[in-house]
């Protein structure tokens, strides 16, 4: 069941014209809320954010791979504050992962917006933009926008035959899992 997600999920950056529903978000928000985190200690925020304005705001956030959120029905930016956890990282990054696979289950079309480590068009740091657009408290960082919506194109699931196998190793780095 799980696995039929997994081949599912695809970057989706086209979104149709269409409200998600609010059980729907309720849902993806606590996917969110449902991570694992590394000592339990929570240290993400999540900001739910279908204000279009801010959307569009948001979608000159880097230089490339952010202006499809300007048509996007909803975005959920991740945040952390680095003195709860000094892996925040990963904290927020099992989160976006769960809001996304969630979105495949619920029909929704996702695809992570890197914030975190990205500059804006103009050289400026793409996180204190997104910090300031959002009056996100300066103490927190910023790892990524998740953007949402109803699917407006159509990609192929992967193929479990095609998946990288040689990135397997067995026992020792290198040697080949037996048939
Ligand atoms: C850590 C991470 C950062 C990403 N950053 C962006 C991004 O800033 N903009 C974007 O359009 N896609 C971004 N993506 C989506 C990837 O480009 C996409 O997952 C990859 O090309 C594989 O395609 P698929 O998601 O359809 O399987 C990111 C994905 C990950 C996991």
């Known amino acids: 069941m799980y696995m039929k997600l997994l081949e599912e999920r695809r970057s989706i950056r086209k979104y149709k014209n269409q409200e998600i ?36 705001e948001l979608s000159e956030a880097k230089a490339g791979g952010s202006s499809f959120l300007a048509g996007a029905t909803l975005a959920i930016v991740i945040a952390a504050d680095p ?21 495949v289950d619920l029909d929704l079309g996702s695809c992570w917006i890197q914030i975190r480590k990205r500059q804006r068009q103009d050289g400026s740091d793409s ?17 990524s926008i998740i953007a949402l919506g109803y699917p407006d194109e159509e990609k192929e699931k992967y193929d479990l035959d095609d998946l990288p196998y040689n990135k397997i190793h067995y026992n020792r780095y290198g040697h080949e899992v037996p048939e």
């Open 21 to 56: 529903e609010g059980e729907k978000i309720q849902s993806l928000l606590q996917a969110a809320l449902l991570s694992p985190t590394s000592r339990g200690s929570q240290p993400w925020q999540f900001v739910q954010v279908d204000d279009k304005d801010l959307l569009q």
């Open 83 to 103: 003195e709860i956890s000094d892996v925040w990282v990963e904290d927020c990054s099992i989160a976006a992962t769960n809001i996304q696979m969630e979105a």
């Open 127 to 143: 996180e204190e933009y997104v910090k300031d657009v959002l009056n996100l408290p300066n103490k927190l960082r910023v790892d």
